[in-house]
């Protein structure tokens, strides 16, 4: 069974930067897919940036140009530079990847979220 495990959530004043960070542990062929979700109260929850090996980042418009998604595929690791923070970036971080088991089955895994409040 594949874990994510996602840390450096907290409290930050509009403007500020803070660091996600997720790692996977567990058994596992691959992963292909890693990337970051995000939903704040009474929301859905909603894709904040991906990325996939040999692809280019994607990341939501309200987010581009401010944060930056890396992984690390050796690690198994995926992070968040978050940069310029508002107010309206207020949420529950979720990480995600698309895993691939050792039996071949296709995985869909998530964290269990990380809160991100922005002080304005």
């Known amino acids: 069974q594949v874990q994510l495990v996602e840390s450096g959530g907290g409290l930050v004043q509009a403007g500020g930067s803070l660091r996600l960070s997720c790692a996977a542990s567990g058994l596992m062929r691959s992963i292909g897919v890693m990337g970051w979700y995000r939903q704040a109260p009474g929301k859905q929850r909603d894709l904040v940036a991906l990325?996939?090996?040999?692809?280019?980042?994607k990341y939501a418009d309200s987010v581009k140009g401010r944060f930056t998604i890396s992984r690390d595929y050796a690690k198994n690791t995926v992070s968040l530079q978050m940069n310029r923070l508002k107010p309206e970036d207020t949420a529950v971080y979720f990480c995600?990847?698309?895993?691939?088991?050792?039996?071949?089955?296709?995985?869909?895994?998530w964290g269990q979220g990380t809160q991100v409040t922005v002080s304005s």
């Open positions: 990325l996939e090996s040999g692809e280019s980042a």
């Open positions: 995600n990847a698309l895993v691939t088991t050792l039996g071949f089955r296709v995985d869909d895994v």
